[in-house]
């Protein structure tokens, strides 16, 4: 079984993300909104298929992921990567959210990082 197919977002705490944001769009470049930048790509093996990696500064007091820095890890089957990482024994959140970005669930590395794991919507339902 494949899991992890790349890197869907990668998401950092900084003290002021506004001024992060302008200072990455001023220096290297980068547009983005509140939320983040988007990077658009296409797989070689199936140019076909458009693939998205978010970069988003979160607060600095946010909620979202409790360490400095979580990693956003695209899958195609998020139940079948989760059912396998529990018999492996790691530690996986009882939850699975769904919306109009996918599928997401949770769990964390030895080192205590929490990780996210993204199914995105067109390949819900093996799409």
Do not use: C
């Not at 547009?31 to 998205?52: C, N, Q």
């Amino acid at each position: 079984m494949r899991r992890v197919t790349g890197i869907g977002g990668v998401f950092f705490k900084v003290r002021n993300p506004a001024a992060l944001r302008a200072w990455y769009r001023e220096h290297l470049g980068i547009e983005s909104d509140e939320w983040g930048a988007l990077f658009h790509w296409r797989e070689d093996d199936a140019p076909e298929r458009r693939g998205s990696t978010v970069w988003s500064p979160f607060a600095s007091d946010s909620d979202y992921f409790p360490g400095p820095v979580m990693v956003n890890y695209r899958v195609d089957d998020l139940d079948a990567v989760v059912a396998a990482l529990r018999e492996e024994g790691v530690q996986v959140d009882a939850r699975v959210e769904e919306g109009e970005l996918g599928r997401f669930a949770w769990a964390t590395d030895p080192e205590g990082n929490r990780l996210e794991l993204w199914q995105p919507p067109d390949e819900v339902g093996g799409g």
